[in-house]
T-cell receptor
């Protein structure tokens, strides 16, 4: 079974600085997708960034970028120029690329990292 | 796109009572998912539908839980004979098919407290 581990329960960053959130995963599959979701205090989960495992190039979305190390099964999120609105719970998630038994689309989440942004 | 809507936002019930939650997905989304999130944890998959068909159920979904999506639009999640361990946030999400390019869109969730 696949697992996702986020080893940092809490992180803090100064406004305008850069922070990196860690995520490791375990899988025997070669085809999968990885995601970072943000859950602000209002609770709605929002997709931040996604990465296909077959792509070597790291995904980037504005101030958010990932460092995807497939061999190490690592998928960290870097937030540049941190803003107060970045404060939230961040969840790393895994999804199998295989379409078997209807499991396509089922996300496996880590426990999350609570990010605080200091003004 | 009005987003995924869940009702109610909060539900307090006594142990042993039945509760039902509703989820309205984004209108063109044919897949609908239910997740449960307890304090300090990430969401855990419960079940999902493609149109009106329930295609997968997690082992977390005990016999006291039932979900329906009768017309392939809104969905309901019912918990019978609630227990204190059922206290959690219940999240609904929807997507277009299972493609990578259609990520899950989540609702605000229903927070259940069983006293």
């Amino acid at each position: 079974a696949q697992t996702v581990t986020q080893s940092q329960p809490e992180m803090s960053v100064q406004e305008a600085e850069t922070v990196t959130l860690s995520c490791t995963y375990d899988t025997s599959e070669s085809d999968y997708y990885l995601f970072w979701y943000k859950q602000p205090p209002s609770r709605q989960m929002i997709l931040v960034i996604r990465q296909e495992a077959y792509k070597q190039q790291n995904a980037t979305e504005n101030r958010f970028s990932v460092n995807f190390q497939k061999a190490a099964k690592s998928f960290s999120l870097k937030i540049s120029d941190s803003q107060l609105g970045d404060a939230a719970m961040y969840f790393c998630a895994y999804r199998s690329g295989l379409d078997y038994g209807g499991s396509q689309g089922n996300l496996i989440f880590g426990k999350g990292t609570k990010l605080s942004v200091k003004p | 796109d009005t987003g995924v809507s869940q009702d109610p936002r909060h539900k307090i019930t006594k142990r042993g009572q039945n509760v039902t939650f509703r989820c309205d997905p984004i209108s063109e989304h044919n897949r609908l998912y239910w997740y449960r999130q307890t304090l300090g944890q990430g969401p855990e998959f419960l079940t999902y539908f493609q149109n009106e068909a329930q295609l997968e159920k997690s082992r977390l979904l005990s016999d006291r839980f039932s979900a329906e999506r009768p017309k392939g639009s809104f969905s309901t999640l019912e918990i019978q004979r609630t227990e204190q361990g059922d206290s959690a946030m219940y999240l609904c999400a929807s997507s277009i098919g299972g493609s990578y390019n259609s990520p899950l869109h989540f609702g605000n969730g229903t927070r259940l407290t069983v006293t």
